[in-house]
């Protein structure tokens, strides 16, 4: 066992240092959390190996050791409710991650594919032609999948082209077998509220005229999240955002329902962890509450 304090590879993280150590170093360099307390026998069995592989890997990624009894608000917000826990975090967001002791062959398989995937990856080529060539990417990963029903990245890519060409549908049903939780669980989602984003452009109303008559009657709330929705259903988040905030803020039962609804759902598309989404979720909480 290394001593993590002589090791600039590993780390201690708290509730008050976590934006800066974690958030803003997964910029640079995959962080993962690992999630612990003194009390926890397997915690004390997978940190030094998580501690030594950090050491031995030279800076292939940072390991943040967050000790729950400690750091009870980031143990809250992540909903950690056992542990030994561990996320990964990349450009701010949760990206993988495992609950409770695994094998030193299993965490040196699950290290390694923080690497990236190898050259000429089928996947990798696919994810290159989905925009410019999507029907040889949804060639590729109906093969991989053919070969291998749980390659769940397969079925990710799958389900953006399937979005991307306007068969929604397929897409839902390709999606609807990636849990929510799990190494690929935050794409699935992004991906399902993308669809059902989608859903609501036919009922959502036109752009211009919703703004026409916001015009007309600046005050009225349900105008504002209609243009919200609107601008939601086209990608445009931030300035979706900015008009559900203002429904909520004059209507406050409209904020606590339907607005709030909406922005969960952007906030999943945008990444829980991004910018953005901190940003108006700070804004709704203190309004609301």
């Known amino acids: 066992m290394i001593d993590a304090a002589k090791s600039k590879w590993v780390i201690e993280v708290s509730d008050e240092n976590f934006e ?3 958030l803003q170093r997964s910029a640079q360099v995959p962080v993962l959390v690992d999630f612990w307390a003194e009390w926890c026998g397997p915690c004390k069995e997978l940190g030094p190996l998580l501690e030594q592989a950090a050491a031995d890997r030279k800076g292939a990624f940072v390991l943040a050791k967050a000790n729950v009894d400690v750091a009870q608000q980031l143990a809250g917000y992540f909903r950690i409710e056992s542990i030994p826990a561990v996320l990964v975090f990349k450009d701010n967001q949760v990206v993988n991650g495992f609950q409770g002791l695994v094998s030193e062959d299993d965490l040196k398989k699950f290290l390694d594919e923080l690497s990236g995937p190898a050259p000429n990856d089928p996947l990798v ?10 029907t040889k990417a949804e060639a590729t990963y109906r093969d991989l999948l053919l070969k291998d029903e749980r390659n769940d990245p397969a079925r990710l890519g799958l389900g953006r ?17 990636i849990p929510d939780a799990g190494e690929f669980g935050a794409e699935a989602v992004k991906l399902r509220r993308t669809i059902e984003l989608k859903k609501n452009a036919s009922t959502a109303g036109d752009e211009v005229a919703i703004q ?15 243009l919200g ?3 939601a259903t086209k990608g445009i988040y931030p300035q979706a955002l900015e008009s559900l905030m203002k429904a909520a ?15 969960v759902k952007i906030f999943e598309i945008v990444g829980v962890r991004s910018e953005l ?3 108006y979720r700070d804004k709704l909480r203190a309004m609301l509450y």
């Open 277 to 279: 989404a901190d940003t």
């Open 212 to 226: 026409n008559r916001i015009v007309a009657d600046p005050e009225n709330a349900q105008l504002h999240f209609e």
């Open 20 to 22: 800066e150590e974690v």
């Open 229 to 231: 929705n609107v601008l």
């Open 249 to 263: 803020v004059l209507d406050i039962e409209l904020g606590r329902g339907a607005v709030r609804e909406l922005m």
């Open 161 to 177: 082209v399937l979005i991307a060409t306007g068969r929604d549908e397929e897409a839902e049903t390709a999606l609807s077998m």
């Open 125 to 134: 080529e696919a994810a290159a032609l989905e925009e410019k060539e999507p």
